[in-house]
């Protein structure tokens, strides 16, 4: 089978979802599984390999036939994809991209989850309907905190280190 098909991460502070699509967005399976963050960053990790092999299997693949995979979590995260500080997980400094790299054997590609989950959001609107679709976009997640993600003039706003939207993390 050609490499074809890609996984979606979604790691929070409670949970961990896994979707695996094929090349033109549709989504095949799903999985999840708690995180169990209190047991570490490696363990967190390797509960992601398992639930990402979950996903491929109900989806009728190997995770060979992954192209790539795309993670967000709850963090300010890097350009190389190290979450620098998500205290709901206990990380610091953690190489997020890296080691699930590793794991999967493909290249991962890590975002802080509420500017991705924004960002997805956006790109399924415009795939719709491209003459229709929001110059801007606001999301907000409520989950183990408050998050949002920022779509302006049909750009992600990522500001530094994945931060430019976090209105969790404002004094008002």
């Known amino acids: 089978m050609a490499r074809?098909?890609?996984?979606?991460?979604?790691?929070?502070?409670?949970?961990i979802s896994v979707l695996i699509t094929d090349a033109k967005g549709n989504i095949l399976s799903r999985s999840k599984k708690k995180s169990k963050a209190e047991k570490g960053f490696d363990a967190v990790m390797d509960r992601v390999e398992e639930c990402v092999k979950l996903a491929c299997?109900?989806?009728?693949?190997?995770?060979?036939?992954?192209?790539?995979?795309?993670v967000g979590a709850p963090s300010p995260i890097t350009k190389d994809g190290v979450a620098?500080?998500?205290?709901?997980?206990?990380?610091?400094?953690?190489?997020?991209?890296?080691?699930?790299s590793s794991r999967l054997g493909v290249d991962v590609f890590a975002e802080n989850d509420?500017?991705?989950?924004t960002y997805g959001e956006y790109a399924a609107r415009y795939r719709q309907d491209p003459a229709t679709?929001?110059?801007?976009?606001v999301g907000l997640f409520m989950g183990t905190g408050l998050g949002a993600g920022l779509v302006?003039?049909?750009?992600?706003?990522?500001?530094d280190n994945s931060m430019g939207a976090e209105v969790g993390h404002m004094t008002i």
Do not use: F, R
Not at 4 to 15: F, L, Q, W
Not at 84 to 100: D, E, F, T, V, Y
């Open 114 to 117: 509420c500017n991705i989950g």
């Open 152 to 159: 302006l003039n049909q750009k992600l706003v990522t500001g």
């Open 133 to 137: 679709a929001d110059q801007t976009l």
């Open 84 to 100: 620098i500080a998500a205290p709901n997980m206990h990380w610091k400094n953690a190489p997020l991209a890296s080691a699930l």
């Open 57 to 70: 299997e109900e989806a009728g693949i190997e995770k060979a036939d992954l192209v790539t995979a795309g």
């Open 4 to 15: 074809e098909h890609y996984a979606g991460i979604d790691i929070g502070g409670t949970k």
